[in-house]
């Protein structure tokens, strides 16, 4: 069952009133969504942006009983003044991302994003097979490069292990499949990392995932589009992950802050309670930043 993370306080923090209307840029299963719409009732709307086309299709039943007051269109956070723009969509009171995977992606999209299923190494929101994956990094790419791509984007300790390894695996045999890559992982790193409480295969696949779909880079630009098009008072939301999305945020909060564009409203960033973690086992590594437009 899909449990949108931290909901109270995205709530608390966007702050929706009757009538006003709000941005969700990562739509998912629609949680955050339609507690946004329970709030800004009744004119108030949600523009809600999805990139997976999967997820864009299974959204237009909830889109439909909204009647006109969701919107969702499908694209990417990154082109979100372009979105805005094309749809008339203003004022804009608040603007929320949410930067987690969605438990569809990980159980049910057959796209390789979780190393506890035999699938094919694909890991695109978009699905759209001419760009890059995985299995061209893996197969393709330099030792270094790769080697590179864990150390920065997944911050793997045995990244040059791993990328040995991989070069020396696909000679043999081309690598496609998530339980090929997690059986040259373990050979790469040594046992005592096999028995820690993360999977030793986290940080690899996190890594690819981020690399093949730019997230680093998207995350930057829909931050300083949404700065652009947020009315003066509205509020920004972002909850993340990992340290190098919580890094890009924090590190536009206070840039903005500097220039006087931006109050910060959390001086440390919210995290769930102990009894959301019981639930929702995934929340337990989000966290929450909001700011207000001055």
Not at 42 to 69: M, Q, T
Not at 85 to 94: H, I, L, R, T
Request: proline share 3%.
């Amino acid at each position: 069952m899909h449990l949108p993370v931290l909901k109270e306080k995205v709530i608390e923090y966007l702050d929706p009133k009757e009538n006003e209307n709000f941005v969700d840029c990562t739509f998912g299963e629609g949680g955050h969504t339609k507690e946004i719409l329970k709030k800004n009732k009744p004119e108030g709307k949600v523009l809600a942006i999805e990139i997976d086309p999967d997820l864009y299709e299974k959204g237009k039943e909830l889109e439909k009983k909204f009647k006109g007051r969701l919107i969702l269109k499908r694209g990417n956070f990154a082109e979100l003044k372009r979105i805005v723009k094309e749809e008339k969509f203003s004022p804009v009171n608040g603007i929320l991302f949410d930067l987690g995977i969605s438990l569809w992606h990980l159980e049910k999209s057959q796209r390789g994003f979780s190393f506890k299923r035999d699938e094919l190494l694909i890991m695109r929101y978009d699905k759209n097979l001419k760009d890059l994956t995985p299995i061209d990094v893996l197969n393709k790419f330099p030792e270094r490069e790769i080697e590179k791509i864990l150390k920065n984007y997944g911050q793997e300790r045995f990244a040059k292990q791993i990328a040995k390894e991989i070069v020396k695996e696909r000679k043999q045999k081309r690598i496609e499949t998530t339980f090929q890559l997690v059986q040259i992982i373990r050979k790469a790193t040594p046992r005592w990392y096999q028995r820690r409480k993360i999977h030793f295969a986290t940080k690899t696949f996190l890594a690819l995932r981020i690399f093949v779909n730019q997230e680093l880079e998207n995350l930057k630009e829909g931050l300083k589009q949404a700065l652009e098009i947020l009315e003066r008072n509205g509020n920004i939301v972002v909850i993340s992950f990992h340290s190098l999305e919580d890094k890009i945020v924090k590190e536009f909060f206070k840039k903005a802050k500097k220039k006087g564009l931006l109050e910060i409203l959390t001086k440390k960033p919210e995290t769930p309670s102990k009894e959301e973690i019981q639930k929702n086992k995934r929340a337990r590594s989000a966290k929450l930043r909001a700011a207000k437009k001055l």
